[in-house]
């Protein structure tokens, strides 16, 4: 890790998240928020022994156990309980990149110096990520409310040196872990369990992750578009700047002005039609994509505002002299915008699977399952069998979660968001989506070389020409799962300019 993100106040742009993690760099913790921190927990600890008021799940218990006053010897102990009855997650692990971004993200929240714990708590979570001590978490668990209790307590194990670690590509307990790096575990105080646990985090890092995968398959998406509407030998007027200039949604403008760039020049947009309208798969482009780039626009707003607060509770303001108990954990945003943003990702693959059936369908001088001799080769025929499951099954994913909600805490926590089920379902969406890009990208490839000797633009031709050295042209049947993958791997390692 040669470069090091420093953790301030300043807000962080998703685009400096994803520079971040591009450039696997390190973290440290600012002079001014190491002072921030300390002066936090300063406060809050001569608040502690200069009164006897009870404080929420400071010196009180938790949930519906909210009017149980705990003494202060116990008030340690009660901390420590805290993390170890939460850690109740189960199902899948969280993959380690989420879990990564789960520690940046608590480290930022507790950074501002309202939460009340300790600095060298805050700068732990600091060491494990500096150190690739990932801690092992589990995607089920959390409301969406009162933070995202079960996975961030399984974040928080590994500080007391109890649960597990990914450490060096082996799961671990943690304990042995800290002993190897010749560290004691954190002795928590008052206030620091809840501060761990409240927060959201997970949820968070879901919608974080969505968003900038999302950015990146949207480019993926426009590219995919234009190769098709060549290969389908398409009409370029329903992209006519005029057109969109008198609907101006600024999604819509912008795919619209995005195609005809990537076509500039194209031999195969540029020959004489017979045809007076396309399909609504390319003629609609504009406006089905640039809904999802708006709607991305308005998420994206989201996730930077959440990353960059504070959303644990109580919060404490020594400069004012309060400790405010709220409702900042709730992540009903979160929930709302990654359900809105598996929607809108949603419609660029089914609309992608539409052009592909399209595509396939022997249209337009195109062959039959764009093979040479159909019938002794089935070609692309089942490639959009497989897409239209993946769209199928995106329909059911994106049923909202944030619809939902459920009673818990013995009525305490009446109202839920289901931030953390509306996450994990953006992160199989987006995987989705990525695999019905893959699918029309080798479609088009394959269509465009039935358009041979004529060309697409230049930019796209040399796109084209660097997948061939990665997919073959499929002049006979073969196992076309392979393909597929490697698809989808080039789709990630190939950076669009």
């Known amino acids: 890790m040669e470069d090091i993100f420093t953790i301030s106040s300043q807000p962080v742009a998703l685009d400096q998240v994803r520079k971040f993690f591009e450039a696997n760099a390190g973290l440290r913790l600012s ?10 927990r300063e406060y809050l600890d001569h608040k502690l022994q200069s009164t006897d008021r009870s404080f929420y799940g400071i010196n ?45 993200l608590k480290i930022k ?79 928590l105080e008052e206030k620091e369990g809840l501060a761990l646990l409240n927060g959201t985090q997970f949820s968070a890092a879901y919608a974080l992750h969505g968003i900038l995968e999302a950015q990146r398959l949207f480019e993926w998406a426009t590219v995919c578009a234009a190769l098709s509407l060549d290969a389908f030998d398409g009409l370029i007027e329903p992209f006519d700047a005029r057109l969109h200039r008198i609907r101006p949604h600024q999604g819509q403008q912008l795919v619209a002005a995005s195609v005809r ?3 500039e020049g194209s031999e195969l947009l540029n020959r004489p039609k017979e045809t007076v309208q396309d399909p609504y798969a390319f003629r609609c482009v504009p406006q089905v994509h640039g809904a999802t780039w708006d709607t ?25 002299d309060v ?28 609309i992608s699977e539409r052009r592909v059936y399209q595509l396939i369908s ?8 764009l093979t040479s001799n159909p019938g002794l080769y089935s070609g692309l025929m089942i490639p959009q069998y497989t897409a239209a499951s993946i769209v199928s099954q995106n329909k059911q994913l994106c049923t909202p979660a944030s619809v939902d909600s459920i009673v818990s805490s013995n009525g305490q926590e009446d109202h839920v968001s289901m931030a953390a089920n509306a996450g994990t379902k953006l992160y199989r969406v987006v995987e989705n989506v990525e695999r019905l890009l893959a ?13 041979k000797p004529l060309r697409t633009s230049e930019p796209l031709e040399t796109l084209l020409e660097a997948y061939r050295k990665k997919v073959p042209f499929l002049d006979s049947d073969r196992v076309l799962s392979i393909d597929m993958h490697a698809t989808v791997a080039f789709l990630r390692e190939t950076k669009l300019a």
């Not at 002079?31 to 936090?40: A, D, S, Y």
């Not at 109890?162 to 943690?174: M, N, Q, T």
């Not at 989201?302 to 959303?311: A, D, F, L, R, Y």
Request: glycine fraction near 10%; include cysteine.
């Open 31 to 40: 002079e001014e928020v190491q002072q921030k921190v300390r002066h936090c």
């Open 60 to 104: 009180t218990g938790f949930g519906s156990l909210c009017n149980v006053q705990i003494s202060r010897e116990e008030l340690r102990d009660l901390q420590i309980n805290l993390v170890q009855s939460h850690a109740c997650g189960m199902g899948e692990e969280v993959p380690v990149p989420m879990v990564q971004l789960m520690l940046l």
């Open 109 to 187: 929240s507790l950074g501002f110096g309202y939460s009340g714990v300790h600095l060298a708590t805050v700068q732990r979570l600091v060491d494990f990520f500096n150190k690739g001590v990932t801690p092992v978490v589990y995607q089920m668990g959390s409301l969406g409310a009162s933070g995202d209790l079960a996975p961030l307590a399984h974040l928080s194990l590994p500080l007391l040196g109890l649960g597990e670690v990914w450490y060096k590509g082996v799961k671990r307990p943690s304990a042995g872990v800290l002993k190897e790096l010749g560290w004691s575990s954190i002795q």
């Open 261 to 263: 760039k990537l076509l």
């Open 296 to 320: 991305m626009h308005y998420v994206q707003n989201v996730v930077e505002t959440e990353i960059n607060g504070v959303t644990d509770n109580p919060n404490i303001f020594p400069d004012e």
């Open 323 to 350: 400790i405010l108990s709220g409702g900042n954990f709730h992540a009903q945003p979160l929930a709302l915008a990654s359900d809105f943003l598996a929607i809108a990702l949603a419609e660029l693959g089914s």
């Open 362 to 369: 022997g249209q337009r001088g195109l062959p039959a399952f």
């Open 439 to 451: 699918i029309e990208f080798m479609t088009a490839a394959q269509a465009l070389h039935f358009r």
